[in-house]
C-alpha cells in the first residue's frame, strides 16, 4: 500500500513538472508574454532575496539595505555574479565591523 502511495506522489509531482517542458516549446507566445515569463526569475529571485537583506542586522537594517545596493551596482557595471556576492558580502562585514 505504501508502495502505491509513493508511486502515486511521484506521479502527482512529475506531471505537472514534465508537461510545460514538451508543450511550452511547441507553442507561440505573443512578444509581451514572453518578456513576462522571462521576467519571473527575476521576480522569483527577488522575493527571496529581498527579505533577508532586511534581516542581516536585526540592530540596524540598513546594514542590510547597503550591502544589497552594493550588490546592485557591482551587478549593473557588469561584474560576474560571485564577485557581485562577495563584494556584498565583504561590504556588510565592514559596516557591521564598523559600526
Given at each position: 500500500?505504501?508502495?502505491?502511495i509513493?508511486?502515486?506522489?511521484?506521479?502527482?509531482?512529475?506531471?505537472?513538472?514534465?508537461?510545460?517542458?514538451?508543450?511550452?516549446?511547441?507553442?507561440?507566445?505573443?512578444?509581451?508574454?514572453?518578456?513576462?515569463?522571462?521576467?519571473?526569475?527575476?521576480?522569483?529571485?527577488?522575493?527571496?532575496?529581498?527579505?533577508?537583506?532586511l534581516?542581516?542586522?536585526?540592530?540596524?537594517?540598513?546594514?542590510?539595505?547597503?550591502?544589497?545596493?552594493?550588490?546592485?551596482?557591482?551587478?549593473?557595471?557588469?561584474?560576474?555574479?560571485?564577485?557581485?556576492?562577495?563584494?556584498?558580502?565583504?561590504?556588510?562585514?565592514?559596516?557591521?565591523?564598523?559600526?
Amino acid at each position: 500500500m505504501i508502495l502505491f502511495i509513493i508511486i502515486g506522489m511521484s506521479l502527482v509531482t512529475m506531471i505537472p513538472r514534465i508537461i510545460p517542458a514538451f508543450v511550452v516549446d511547441k507553442l507561440q507566445f505573443k512578444d509581451w508574454i514572453n518578456r513576462w515569463l522571462n521576467a519571473i526569475p527575476y521576480a522569483a529571485l527577488g522575493a527571496l532575496i529581498f527579505p533577508g537583506v532586511l534581516t542581516v542586522n536585526a540592530d540596524n537594517p540598513y546594514i542590510g539595505l547597503a550591502g544589497g545596493i552594493i550588490a546592485i551596482l557591482l551587478a549593473y557595471i557588469g561584474l560576474n555574479v560571485i564577485f557581485v556576492v562577495i563584494g556584498a558580502i565583504i561590504s556588510v562585514f565592514l559596516m557591521t565591523t564598523l559600526i
